[in-house]
């Protein structure tokens, strides 16, 4: 996906870039090799390696690019997060369409009112949410690497802010949706636990020289188990 000026989010929301519109594919390309580089130096160095020399030079671009499509370091480091946003929210999406929503159409309320039934489904889930801490903490490790440096800017830096608040708003609907659907009694409070124990299991996995892939399955589990107990009646 090229890199546009509004992209729209799943709640209808748009993304948008701050610096100077492309109005041709060539001059669009550049603009995307730009944003690119400066999501590696966040991964090397951290927001503060980003300098309009250094992303250059690793875009591969003339420095007078830089400059001409982003007025200053903020406007850069703004739209090299709304890339980031929509990279990971393509992520989350394919997620919902592979895995999530396949897996919601199987659900009939009466699954959730035996034991057997509601253990089953609960395993399932729990399987494929490892399956989506793996992919985040192994295939896009970089990605995860620049969310916990979004995180901390966006309590430094205002735009940013409003950036990780639409991004975490997105994941935040798909989490109630889900929990509504397996009927929790309080889907808003349950979907800040959910997001909260993923993003926990996901940064003590970026910590790990081992990850214990297994211990996180049975954390899920444990939590799901906790979820739908009230919902079974035999």
């Known amino acids: 996906m090229g890199v546009t000026d509004n992209v729209a989010l799943a709640n209808g929301k748009l993304l948008q870039y701050q610096g100077r519109k492309a109005s041709r594919v060539k001059s669009e390309q550049r603009r995307r090799l730009i944003l690119e580089a400066a999501l590696r130096i966040i991964i090397s160095e951290g927001v503060r390696g980003i300098r309009h020399r250094a992303v250059a030079k690793e875009a591969g671009v003339p420095l007078a690019a830089t400059t001409y499509y982003f007025k200053d370091i903020d406007e850069l480091i703004i739209d090299t997060f709304t890339l980031y946003t929509e990279k990971a929210l393509m ?41 989506y801490i793996e992919n985040q903490t192994g295939v896009e490790r970089d990605m995860l690497i620049v969310e916990q440096a979004f995180r901390y800017e966006a309590v430094l830096n205002e735009r940013v802010r409003e950036l990780a608040l639409m991004h975490r708003q997105a994941l935040y609907s798909k989490a109630v949706e889900f929990l509504q659907l397996v009927n929790s009694d309080s889907p808003e409070q349950d979907a800040d636990i959910l997001l909260a124990m993923i993003q926990a299991l996901e940064y003590g996995t970026l910590l790990s020289a081992q990850p214990d892939y297994d211990h996180i399955e049975q954390t899920l589990k444990r939590y799901l188990q906790l979820l739908v107990r009230d919902f079974i009646s035999a």
């Open 91 to 131: 992520v989350v999406n394919d997620f919902t369409e592979q895995f999530y929503q396949p897996f919601l159409q199987g659900i009939s309320s009466s699954d959730l009112r035996t034991r057997d039934g509601a253990n089953k489904i609960v395993s399932s889930l729990a399987f494929q949410l490892r399956g």
